[in-house]
């Protein structure tokens, strides 16, 4: 049973860059099986979708973030971490990483990260 | 990109109750749609994938079904585990998109 689990800075400054890092256990992320996601929900709010990466690297990211994003995968570690720059305080919000398996949803989720983007 | 629209987005019911939601999207992309619960706190569950198929794990109680721009989340009689917030979401294309949500909670 693979486990998911985000790590990273809880408070971002406004203009900083927020990081965080998914570290994948109980299996490979390099498996051809696997895309991993990240997702956002801001507080009291719904859940949008931010990209995901392949194991190759292959990205694919939501165009309406107003922050540029980056998706990489470290497979020496088993973990992919996204970036988020020039973050403002509506990029406040819990993170969530997830494994999405061939073609079906998003099945395994990391307990999610409140990240917070304040002076 | 594919707009995924929930209805209704507050639902008041009782145990037992056979409950529905709705979730209608603005272009056909027959049956990549999910189903999710999620829980104060916690990361989002999957129930269902493709429209209809039921995830190892998941109660019975719960079923999906729909195509095209048209799917339906019942939940045949209602648990007192239930009482959630539920999600639909596309995966026909990137940008994977959600609807706004529809929180189930306990007339």
């Known amino acids: 049973q693979q486990q998911l689990q985000e790590s990273g800075p809880g408070l971002v400054k406004p203009s900083e860059t927020l990081s965080l890092t998914c570290t994948v256990s109980?299996?490979?992320?390099?498996?051809?099986?696997?895309?991993w996601g990240w997702f956002r929900q801001p507080p009291g709010k719904g859940l949008e979708w931010i990209g995901s990466?392949?194991?190759?690297?292959?990205?694919y990211y939501n165009p309406s973030l107003k922050s540029p994003v980056t998706i990489s995968v470290d497979t020496s570690k088993n973990q992919f971490s996204l970036k988020l720059s020039s973050v403002t305080a509506a990029d406040t919000a819990v993170y969530y990483c997830a494994r999405q398996l061939g073609a079906r949803p998003f099945d395994h989720w990391g307990q999610g990260t409140l990240v917070t983007v304040s002076s | 990109d594919i707009q995924m629209t929930q209805s209704p987005s507050t639902l008041s019911a009782s145990v037992g109750d056979r409950v529905t939601i709705t979730c209608r999207a603005s272009?056909?992309?027959?049956?990549?749609l999910a189903w999710y619960q999620q829980k104060p706190g916690k990361a989002p569950k999957l129930l269902i994938y493709k429209a209809s198929n039921l995830e190892s794990g998941v109660p019975s109680r719960f079923s999906g079904s729909g195509s095209g721009t048209e799917f339906t989340l019942t939940i045949s009689s209602l648990q007192h585990d239930d009482f959630a917030t539920y999600y639909c979401?596309?995966?026909?294309?990137?940008?994977?998109?959600f609807g706004q949500g529809t929180n189930l909670e306990i007339k």
């Open positions: 109980g299996g490979s992320i390099s498996s051809s099986s696997y895309y």
């Open positions: 979401q596309q995966y026909y294309s990137y940008p994977y998109t």
């Open positions: 990466i392949y194991y190759s690297g292959s990205t």
């Open positions: 272009q056909s992309f027959s049956s990549w």
